[in-house]
């Protein structure tokens, strides 16, 4: 539905964003993520046909629309953009839905029915008829979201649109959005620094680091397999050993990190430098040594311990440092603390393995 090719920015003789290639699907929930800075506002607003790019090209539905100010015009018709600070008119609630409708030159039963529903859809009606300049930046956002929604876009871009909102406020954005997901009528692009959220929400992510599009995929694929240390580090992935492959077996190799060895499932050469991730999710832990079928099993002391809602985060050295989660329950019948001898263990196939 939406390709780019190439695309690139610059910003006062700087690149801010640089050969980005992207396609986005009818019906796709696509989420930008990255630090402060990477470039995700222009690329939306290169998307959304607010900028012209410095290079590359934009295709809708298989048509360049790069430089045409007339196709330009068509597009952006179908689309529409929330901001991360909402903007509201002076004027009722209604009112404020109700403008695209009337600058679009709607028919008055066609703007009344249709700015109903949205007020509806969006669960504002109660306060429809309120002035939307004495609205909480909450409610204002929910109002911005339905003026984008009000006109039909085929494609609806946020830009951190839960950033500045508390979290009753950012809920129910996201319980709008994930309707409008169900309901598969409009395909979103969204940029937002809330990585849960993005997994929550996107069937599709794509990490924007430094203006490059480092890596796109299933939130599974961006948040397990991440395609470089510098993705994993962003992610939050917290077990990244530094290691070099030592023997190799059949499908299974050996990685050496310091004075030890562990098992993995990867098809690397002997002599490879290579970051070892291991989600903390994928270690467990037990007093005594089990029968498992977990191929890595070290015996560590626990160095420190922290609890996070229900759940205890753990950390064993074991020759090196290991991080893993328990839930309090099991933290306490284990009877764990800092200084007790533990095993970790974790099985060959939960390590993801990038080259140095």
Not at 73 to 90: A, D, E, G, H
Request: charge should be neutral; glycine fraction near 10%; charged fraction near 25%.
């Amino acid at each position: 539905m939406l390709e780019a090719r190439g695309l690139g920015k610059d910003y006062q003789g700087r690149r801010v964003l640089q050969c980005i290639d992207l396609q986005i699907c009818e019906g796709d929930m696509f989420c930008l993520i990255g630090p402060r800075g990477a470039g995700k506002t222009t690329l939306l607003r290169l998307l959304d046909l607010l900028e012209k790019p410095s290079s590359g090209e934009l295709y809708f539905n298989g048509v360049n629309v790069t430089f045409s100010e007339r196709l330009r015009l068509q597009v952006r018709r179908r689309m529409s953009f929330v901001l991360q600070k909402p903007i509201v008119f002076s004027g009722s609630v209604r009112d404020n839905i109700a403008y695209g409708l009337k600058w679009r030159g709607e028919a008055s039963k066609v703007v009344r029915e249709k700015t109903e529903y949205i007020l509806e859809l969006v669960g504002i009606a109660d306060y429809a008829d309120r002035e939307a300049k004495t609205l909480s930046g909450g409610e204002m956002q929910l109002v911005a979201l339905a003026r984008a929604l009000v006109t039909g876009p085929e494609v609806l871009f946020l830009d951190e649109p839960t950033a500045n909102l508390d979290p009753v406020a950012g809920a129910k954005i996201e319980a709008i959005l994930a309707r409008l997901i169900e309901l598969r009528k409009t395909t979103i692009v969204m940029a937002t620094h809330d990585m849960a959220q993005g997994q929550r929400l996107a069937n599709r992510i794509g990490v924007l680091m430094g203006g490059r599009l480092l890596q796109i995929g299933s939130p599974v694929e961006i948040f397990c397999l991440p395609a470089s240390k510098e993705i994993a580090e962003f992610v939050g992935v917290e077990n990244i050993l530094s290691g070099s492959v030592t023997e190799k077996n059949g499908g299974l190799a050996t990685i050496s990190v310091g004075e030890v060895a562990f098992e993995v499932v990867i098809s690397c050469d002997v002599g490879d430098l290579v970051w070892a991730i291991i989600r903390p999710e994928d270690i467990t832990f037990a007093r005594v040594k089990e029968l498992s079928s977990a191929r890595n099993v070290f015996q560590g002391k626990i160095t420190r311990m922290a609890t996070v809602g229900a759940l205890v985060r753990v950390e064993v050295y074991c020759g090196f440092t290991l991080l893993g989660v328990l839930t309090k329950k099991s933290a306490d019948d284990m009877g764990i603390e800092p200084g007790v001898d533990v095993y970790a263990s974790f099985k060959a196939s939960a390590v993801h393995i990038i080259k140095r």
